[in-house]
């Protein structure tokens, strides 16, 4: 480290963004605890000790945040007609609470198109062109929708969500994408949930009292580990074509939130889950089981 200053300047900078961070407040969210790890939401909600975030963690989600802000004072300024920031909290279900982005009046739909506004990296732009809003980012405003029709707002049923590139990625020219949906059913995504808040409210009573809302937390694993959290988040198949062989591999491999875990290893292991051949589709579209792997039946195949 230099010396050029008196003082860490990286280190001001990380603690500042530390201190920024949103205090839990008990409740779940759509846009952190509707998709993934269950095991994630439940220690994150019942304030289990975290592994320290690195700084450029940090700085992304700032990023995030700094792109929100200059949005919303963009279309202020230019006298767009939007309600921003809307807290959907008393209209969503039992246990969750959240605020939607934006909420655009369109004239000829008759109604306001709920916006949501992402960062991605430049390399993930082609698969949302490719496939549409990420599956976490369509159940998240989905229940927003229903919880602004609960409210009483004239909807059109049709979600956005604008993602903003973060950087170049190869030769290809890349620009922001505003991507379209409608949103999933109410039944459905409600009862979903209602399960998951329901083992969040069941893991927090299964843990002792003195852990629970006290002003420190315990690091000892044993405080956390009860018979009401959830297991690891097992892996997922996906397919890959091997060139050489001109055959498809089928693989399991950790679920893209492994590489975010917040949590030590003792508390959850999913970051040191590797990926495994499990077995393969030959030429002819024949699936051979990997030896040792013939219990696991394939999920996936060749499009």
């Not at 459905?188 to 998951?196: C, E, F, G, T």
């Not at 492994?258 to 589709?281: A, E, F, H, R």
């Amino acid at each position: 480290m230099s010396d050029l200053l008196p003082f860490d300047l990286a280190e001001v900078v990380h603690e500042e963004l530390l201190r920024g961070r949103r205090d839990p407040d008990g409740l779940a969210h759509p846009s952190s605890h509707l998709s993934g790890s269950l095991r994630h939401a439940q220690l994150d909600i019942a304030g289990a000790p975290k592994q320290e975030s690195a700084l450029i963690r940090e700085i992304t989600l700032k990023t995030g945040t700094m792109w929100h802000e200059f949005l919303h004072d963009t279309l202020r300024r230019l006298g767009v007609p939007y309600m921003a920031e809307v807290n959907m909290t008393p209209w969503l279900p039992s246990g969750w609470a959240g605020t939607l982005d934006a909420l655009f009046w369109h004239p000829e739909l008759r109604g306001f198109v709920l916006t949501d506004f992402k960062t991605q990296k430049g390399e993930g732009m082609k698969w949302l062109k490719m496939r549409g809003a990420k599956e976490d980012h369509i159940r998240q405003t989905s229940a927003y929708w229903h919880a602004a029709k609960k409210m009483g707002v004239p909807l059109a049923k049709v979600v956005g969500v604008f993602y903003l590139p973060k950087n170049e990625a190869g030769t290809d020219p890349i620009e922001p994408m505003l991507l379209d949906f409608e949103p999933l059913s109410a039944r459905a995504l409600h009862a979903d949930m209602k399960k998951r808040w329901g083992r969040i409210s069941e893991y927090r009573e299964s843990l002792p009292s003195s852990t629970v809302g006290a002003m420190w937390v315990p690091d000892e694993p044993e405080h956390w580990i009860t018979d009401a959290l959830e297991p690891v988040q097992e892996r997922e198949q996906r397919i890959y074509f091997d060139r050489n062989t001109e055959t498809h591999e089928v693989k399991l491999v950790p679920h893209w939130s492994t590489n975010y875990c917040p949590y030590p290893v003792d508390l959850c292991d999913c970051s040191t889950q590797g990926t495994t051949k499990i077995g393969y589709y030959d030429i002819d579209g024949e699936y051979i089981a990997r030896k040792g792997y013939e219990h696991i039946e394939p999920t996936v195949a060749p499009s």
